[in-house]
């Protein structure tokens, strides 16, 4: 039995250094150690707050790099607490700052320093099986790392990509350990945040209103209430936002707003199949994880329900070796454990989030990129039709927007407007979350006439619906006059997969880039539509409508991209999707597909024409199959949701 600290020790400062037996060892009395206090009993000083860092225990006993940001003094006599979770292979000084602009975009008015100065304890710590190798910008205070630098407490401390039995009982512990520390902490008033990797775990998290695991482990450790969640670029699905198949999902099994890996109610992750693997990002991010931390390779010893798992030979499974996946829908076993990893264990859509109709709701305010090619637009969509369909007056809040790992633009303005709008929602919900009639809300993507980063009129051009079908009104179909015949293997180098790709021209990660250009037709299918007479404004997802013919192979992919073709001939990318076409238990050998798109909120002006790229050959993007196959297909019809109410209908080239 794990024991941990009696909840009448006050420590000033927090965060001591707890000697914990792991779960079946001895019951060996934990020591007690101050971390870094000063002699008077506080926490060292970055500028004009107090810090306390120090390696922590977990409750299997892996220690943790954590630091804890102490309220500014003078904001009253009971605090809430938020928890600020790093991104993948980053670490607790992410979202640490000095000062309240941050990096003056994602950071601005969103970090420890803001969130200090408004009362709150601020608890950061670096997830398990990371190393912290310091801080990576001048605006974050240089807290000490675990010793030395950080280093990975194994065999258990491994990094197991956001497991519910692990990195989310984590954090709960370490909240529950400051409360325990402080009785000025309200164990009531907790909320968490965090982008792309902590995004995913802001999610995870949502769906436990109450944190009573760690109770349940230590009977002296408080019970805590989660009231507000606010992931930024996260995933709910992490099976299908490393590798998108393309089908549809929700009850009718068909909405391409909501098309998952399985179905929401699955222990398994059962439903669609085996995607398409993101591969510059996959294998960017499996190179990170090896440069700054240790996956699990089977070593932990501490009892999980899922069981042994080797995220190596995930990677080696999904990526090296590639499909098939399955024979007529039968996987093989690491196939199978992939995909119950990844979503029921991994993603808050396979969540049991109905329980928490009967009572309090997790308020949640989403914030998910148009132009983000890792985590789609659908990852919050999907999530938020879910809550949803369960309660109409779910306190969930979604807005997309320009933003997002590559290839968003992330300009400072846009995420200025969008921080105020998360904070305004966590202040009302914080005190307790209700329900509360939400919205979906959108910004545009602006590219060509947009040379000063954070001067546009996006805010504007803002648009609301409250479900995320409703922000478009009507529909722009371009139907192409010519079908083809495509191959895995391609007819040539496609300058436009590189042009494209979100990882190659820059790194894995947050940055602002420029919206991407076209080299030229693709060698595969490229098609352009006539100029369209009126401005329309896409927003939505859209897809592709394709008849199409298996001429060999048990399974193929089909790639789509879609181009804004200015009058001067500049050519935008727009969006881009995929799908994946597994015979016979998924996809007929014949029949039409509609491939969904990425989405976008783009604004097309009179005489700007749409090309449509098809290939089964995207790279570096997106994995090739290792299948022969080969798809013949009828002329395609491209459908792109608009805000105007009319239905357009423009002949293809």
Known sequence: MVRGLAASISIVGWLV???????????????????????????????????????????????????????????????????????????????????????????????????????????????????????????????????????????????????????????????????????????????????????????????????????????????????????????????????????????????????????????????????????????????????????????????????????????????????????????????????????????SYYQDWAAQTSGREVAVFSIQGWTDDLFEAVESFRQYKLLKRLDARWPVSLTVADVGHSRGQNKPQTWHRLNAQAWQFLSEQLPGSHRQTTTVTSEPTVCGNDATSGNNDNQAQELSATTPEGLSAGALAIGYERGDILTSTGRGVDPNGPATDPVLPGVVGISGQPCRTSPGPSPDYSAVSQPVSSALTYVGLGYVKVPYTMTGGPSAQLDARVWDVAPDGTTLLMTRGVYRLDTPAYDAPAGTIRLPLYGNQWRLPPGHRVRLDLTQVDQPYLRPSNVPSGIQFDPPTLVLPTREAANVSVSGT
């Open 17 to 347: 250094l707890v000697a914990i037996a792991p779960p079946g060892a001895g019951a060996a009395a934990p020591s007690l150690h101050f971390l870094n206090p000063a002699p008077d009993g506080s926490c060292p000083a970055y500028g004009d707050q107090q810090i306390c860092s120090g390696e922590v225990p977990s409750f299997d006993g892996s220690k943790l790099d954590v630091d804890l940001t102490l309220p500014a003094t003078g904001t009253g006599a009971s605090h809430p607490l938020i928890l600020l979770f790093n991104g993948f292979g980053n670490n607790k000084h992410e979202w640490e700052s000095t000062t309240n602009e941050g990096d003056g975009a994602d950071k601005f008015h969103w970090n420890s320093h803001w969130f200090a100065e408004h009362g709150f304890y601020v608890l950061t710590y670096t997830p398990r099986g990371f190393r912290d190798d310091g801080p990576d910008a001048s605006y974050e205070p240089n807290t000490p790392s675990g010793s030395p630098q950080g280093s990975v407490d194994l065999p258990s401390g491994t990094i197991h990509l956001k497991s519910r039995e692990f990195e989310i009982r984590d954090s709960q512990w370490l909240a529950a350990l400051a409360a325990a520390s402080h009785p000025d902490l309200d164990p009531n008033q907790v909320a968490v945040s965090g982008g792309s990797y902590g995004g995913g775990e802001s999610w995870l998290q949502a769906s436990q209103p109450v944190w009573s695991f760690p109770h349940s482990v230590d009977p002296t450790l408080p019970v805590l209430q989660l009231q507000v969640a606010v992931p930024k670029y996260p995933w709910t699905d992490q099976a299908y936002s490393l590798a998108p198949n393309g089908h549809g999902g929700g009850p009718t099994g068909n909405d391409i707003y909501e098309s998952s890996q399985g179905h929401s109610d699955s222990a398994t992750g059962a439903g669609n199949p085996f995607g398409v693997v993101k591969l510059s990002y996959v294998t960017g991010l499996t190179a990170l994880g090896d440069a700054t931390g240790v996956f699990e390779q089977g070593t932990t010893t501490t009892p999980s329900e899922e069981g042994p798992i080797n995220i190596t030979s995930w990677f080696h499974r999904g990526v090296i070796q590639g499909e098939p996946y399955d024979l007529a829908g039968a996987e093989d076993p690491l196939a199978a454990q992939i995909r119950r990893g990844l979503t029921h264990f991994r993603g």
